[in-house]
Each structure stands twice: as C-alpha cells, then as structure tokens.
C-alpha cells in the first residue's frame, strides 16, 4: 500500500498535468477559431466583391439598353431637338462607361469561377451579347443622324429592327446575368469550387437565351431613303403664327 506522502506526490502531479493540458487545449481551440475565424471572413468578403462585379456587369448592359431605348423613344414621337440631345448624350455617357469598367468586371469574374471556366462565358458575352449591343448602338446612331439632317428616323430605325433587338438583350443579358449570378453563390466547403460541368450547363443556358429569332438572323431589309420631315404648318399670310384668331361679329 502506498504511503501518503507518495499519493500526495502523485496527485500534485496530477494537477500539474491537468493544468498544463487545459493550458495547451485552449491556447490551441484559440488558434483553431481564429484561423476559422479569419477564414470565414475572407470567404464572406471575396463572395460580396464577386456578387458586386455581377451586380456591376448588369448594371452596365441594362442602363445601356435602357438609355438606348429612351434615344429611340425620342425618335419614334419626334421630340424635340433638345430632349433628343440630351438622352443621345446620356446614352453616350453609358457607353463610355461600359468600355471604362467591363474588362476590369470580366477579370474580377475571372477569379470567381476559375480562368478555365469563366473563358467559355466571357467567349459567349463577346459572341453573343456584345454583338447585339453594338448593333443597336450603330442603328439609334444612324437614326439620330438622319434626324438631326432633318429626316425622319423612322425608316433607319425600322430597318434595322431596333424593336427586335431590344427584346433579344433583354432575354440574352438576363440568361447571361442570372448564371453568373448562379455560379457566384456563397459557400463556405473549401471542396465547392466549380466544377466544369456547371459551367458547362451554365453556357448550354446562356446559349439558349441569346440564340436570335429567325426575323433577326434575316438579311435585313433594304431601307429606302428618309423623306423631310412635315415642316409646321404655315400660317395665313400677314397674320402671326401664334396669333390668336379673329372674333367673329354678333
């Protein structure tokens, strides 16, 4: 039988082990919560930036379409001059804007889903969206022209099948925004990279939704040359224009 003094030795070792484990656990578990810690918050933050360069590439194609449709908008009514300049310059504004800030979208997109991903998406913005855009840019262009020569517009415009074009952004910038979107979700699995099937299944979607109508892939129609447009009505002969008529006797 042991003495007590042998199991006063043994349970002050005891203690001192006790003491030093509880002290390496919780110095570990700290170390441990706040690698996780810090890892989580990285994760978080590069999900937000991804999710603001989605919200920022669609920003930029619908405010492009939008002020492009108010151009022609003003075409359509025969605004005046001064409205029609003043939406062509806002137009313009977003234009610049567009080739200011889409490559520096695209890259930060890169770094989302992979280069090896993203190239087959970016491949399919500059093939399929793009294109439409500048063509509508090239016809509310010409458009505007013709009506500042004093034409009317509304021929060009036709001709080129603005309205056609209006929808097909629409619905392509919608598949293309809402995939990328898809693809950018949040997940904190360090194994949740994606994988090359969804980007694949993301493109057959994309494709889908920027394949053109059968009246956009037509040739377009020739157009014919815009006539004058109606000057104002001319008023009677020594008479103001805005003058009021003459009261008629009882």
Excluded at 95 to 123: C, D, H, P, Y
Excluded at 147 to 163: K, M, T
Excluded at 178 to 198: A, C, I, K, N, V
């Amino acid at each position: 039988m042991a003495s007590p003094l042998t199991l006063l030795r043994e349970a002050a070792l005891s203690r001192r082990n006790l003491i030093a484990f509880a002290l390496i656990t919780a110095a570990i578990n700290g170390m441990v919560i706040a690698s996780v810690g810090a890892w989580l918050a990285q994760t978080y933050a590069s999900h937000q930036a991804r999710r603001t360069s989605v919200q920022n590439i669609a920003d930029l194609i619908y405010e492009r379409r939008a002020r492009g449709g108010m151009v022609v908008s003003s075409l359509r009514r025969g605004a005046e001059l001064e409205e029609l300049r003043f939406r062509k310059r806002a137009y313009d504004e977003v234009f610049v804007e567009w080739n200011k800030r889409i490559q520096n979208n695209v890259l930060q997109i890169r770094e989302v889903i992979g280069v090896a991903e993203s190239t087959m998406l970016e491949r399919q913005m500059q093939e399929l969206l793009v294109p439409a855009l500048a063509e509508m840019d090239g016809c509310l262009t010409r458009g505007y022209d013709v009506r500042l020569a004093g034409q009317d517009p509304l021929p060009v415009i036709e001709g080129c099948r603005y309205a056609l074009l209006h929808q097909f952004t629409l619905d392509c910038a919608a598949g293309f925004t809402d995939e990328l979107y898809r693809l950018t979700r949040l997940s904190f699995s360090p194994f949740s990279s994606q994988s090359r099937r969804e980007t694949e299944a993301s493109s057959r979607i994309v494709r889908n939704a920027c394949t053109r109508s059968a009246e956009l892939t037509a040739p377009p129609k020739p157009v014919a040359p815009s006539p004058p447009l109606a000057p104002p009505p001319a008023s009677p002969a020594g008479q103001p224009a805005n003058a009021p008529a003459p009261a008629k006797g009882n």
